[in-house]
């Protein structure tokens, strides 16, 4: 899953409100959503496809929204992204901290 010279930087088990349920990985390089399945009678999860790959320098905005239901949001040309994860501001403030890291690179 991870290219040469790559490193996780945040991951979490979440939903996406389109892709519904899966891992949400943050790399120094992308962003990537992977499919999950659970069990309730084993309570085991099975990780499916890789439905979303995103190049960091492809992002165009990421923000926190909400209160009560909050999600870090995540627009990607005319596509935006929303997911459910626990600390939507640490999420957030790192992913855009990647962004700029990779465009400053370039």
Do not use: H
């Not at 891992?23 to 990537?32: F, G």
């Not at 084993?42 to 990421?62: H, R």
């Not at 909400?66 to 040309?77: D, P, Q, R, Y």
């Amino acid at each position: 899953m991870l290219r040469s010279g790559e490193k996780i930087i945040l991951q979490e088990d979440c939903a996406e409100d389109k892709l519904k349920n899966g891992i949400l990985t943050l790399t120094n390089q992308r962003i990537i959503f992977e499919k999950t399945e659970g069990r309730m009678a084993t309570l085991s999860k099975k990780t499916g496809d890789i439905v979303l790959d995103i190049p960091l320098k492809n992002v165009a905005f990421v923000e926190s929204q909400g209160f009560i239901i909050a999600k870090v949001v995540i627009g990607v040309g005319e596509k935006i992204y929303k997911f459910g994860v626990l600390s939507t501001g640490k999420w957030a403030k790192t992913i855009k901290a990647q962004v700029t890291s990779v465009n400053k690179s370039e």
